[in-house]
């Protein structure tokens, strides 16, 4: 099994792939990561990780940059249906549009738009940032086996955005930041974390292992 980590020169790479590495050795798996920019590389995967840091437009902007990265990611992940994680910027991109300095696109895999987060309390500053637990919202293979809820392991964020999804069952796990906001979503092959798992621990490291045992 070959795993994609998608460069397209946003994201911290190499702390992905290390913690993807570190994943694959602790749960004995016979996986090999691979960090591209190759298209045919992508298209050869088994696996898509999409890693992203920064707005949603210039990550966007990136990605397009990229000759026929935009078109193979579509085109694998949604039409032949290769696991996909989404990290961060990664899971926005998965959105219908992102409204950050002004409107841009996304693959539209999950219908909604990436908004500003109004948290509700003037006491909470934007961007979120620092450690959070999460909330289930519905049952997924990406959270199984993990321990959430008030109690549970801490996911670390660092953003001013998140995906307001139109169909709250693309939803799969809030964080509280003033109010609920979205943590985890997906639907059929694909997902993605507001969250940087890289960062985020024993959270981390079990989410990745679980993408790298899901078979959906």
């Not at 099994?1 to 992905?16: E, P, R």
């Not at 397009?64 to 694998?76: F, H, R």
Request: hydrophobic share 40%; net charge neutral; charged share 20%.
């Amino acid at each position: 099994m070959t795993v994609a980590i998608v460069d397209y020169g946003s994201g911290n790479l190499h702390s992905v792939a290390k913690s993807f590495e570190r994943a694959v050795h602790d749960n004995k798996l016979s996986t090999t990561i691979v960090v591209t920019s190759d298209p045919d590389t992508v298209r050869n995967a088994t696996r898509i990780v999409l890693p992203g840091v920064g707005s949603f437009n210039d990550c966007r902007d990136g990605l397009k940059k990229v000759a026929g990265m935009w078109e193979t990611l579509d085109e694998q992940v949604r039409r032949r249906g290769k696991p996909f994680l989404g990290i961060c910027v990664g899971l926005q991109l998965m959105a219908d549009r992102g409204v950050e300095y002004g409107t841009s696109e996304g693959f539209g895999w999950i219908p909604g738009e990436v908004k500003r987060i109004e948290p509700g309390d003037p006491s909470l500053k934007i961007p979120h940032m620092g450690w959070n637990t999460l909330d289930i919202a519905r049952p997924h293979p990406l959270v199984a086996n993990l321990q959430l809820g008030e109690d549970g392991y801490h996911a670390y964020f660092v953003h001013s955005y998140h995906l307001a999804a139109q169909d709250r069952a693309d939803v799969i796990a809030t964080t509280n930041y003033g109010r609920p906001i979205t943590a985890l979503a997906g639907r059929d092959n694909f997902a993605g974390t507001q969250f940087h798992p890289e960062k985020s621990q024993a959270l981390g490291l079990r989410l990745i292992a679980n993408f790298l045992n899901w078979h959906p």
